[in-house]
């Protein structure tokens, strides 16, 4: 089971990014999904999450209406679509996904997830 994410980078306030999470060992569709980040000194925050067995999604409050969640489960890969960026959204970014059944999204980006991808770093700054 492996998760690489890929698609970081340095962009201006404003500006969007979009990050992939490309799975193999494992097909997406099976598990639930989501997205992390952690900022210098500070904990590791679920930024969205999305749960197949009840189909509910979540996004923390610092990113609704900015941030979205796919899958193209042809490609058995996992996006984050960013816009609108802000200085505040500057972090590493992980993907991560779970076996789990029914948890729901929300407890899932509050309590993590069985498997990880290396992060990729995200600066927003002018």
């Known amino acids: 089971v492996q998760l690489q994410a890929s698609g970081g980078g340095l962009v201006q306030p404003g500006g969007s990014l979009r990050l992939s999470c490309a799975a193999s060992?494992?097909?997406?569709?099976?598990?639930?999904i989501g997205w992390f980040r952690q900022a210098p000194g500070k904990e590791r925050e679920g930024v969205s999450c999305?749960?197949?067995?009840?189909?509910?999604?979540y996004y923390a409050d610092s990113v609704k209406g900015r941030f979205t969640i796919s899958r193209d489960n042809a490609k058995n890969t996992l996006y984050l679509q960013m816009d609108s960026l802000k200085p505040e959204d500057t972090a590493v970014y992980y993907c991560?996904?779970?076996?789990?059944?029914?948890?729901?999204?929300?407890?899932?980006?509050?309590?993590?997830?069985?498997?990880w991808g290396k992060g990729t770093q995200v600066t927003v700054s002018s």
């Open positions: 991560a996904a779970d076996r789990g059944v029914g948890m729901g999204a929300s407890w899932y980006c509050a309590y993590g997830m069985d498997y």
């Open positions: 060992g494992f097909s997406l569709d099976d598990y639930a």
């Open positions: 999305f749960d197949r067995y009840d189909g509910s999604t």
